[in-house]
């Protein structure tokens, strides 16, 4: 049993509107998958100072 690896789709009269529109699509899959994460994880509730916290935190540790 596999995954497809590919989607046959008619574009229409415009394949770059369809590949936008097809972008857009696979990005809010994403968004939508990391908020479902930061909800599991608790991080939905962080206050904007945490944020900025963990933000300087990493960026410290990246400099080294």
């Known amino acids: 049993k596999g995954r497809p690896v590919g989607v046959l789709t008619d574009t229409g009269s ?3 509107e369809t590949l936008a529109a097809i972008r857009r ?3 809010q899959v994403a968004v939508t ?3 479902e ?3 599991k994880r608790g991080l939905s509730q962080l206050s904007m100072a945490e944020i900025d ?3 300087q935190t990493t960026r410290k540790a990246r400099k080294k």
Do not use: N, S
Request: charged share 40%; hydrophobic share 45%.
């Open 33 to 35: 998958r990391m908020r």
């Open 53 to 55: 916290k963990q933000i």
């Open 25 to 27: 699509a696979k990005a």
């Open 14 to 16: 415009d394949i770059e």
């Open 37 to 39: 994460q930061a909800v």
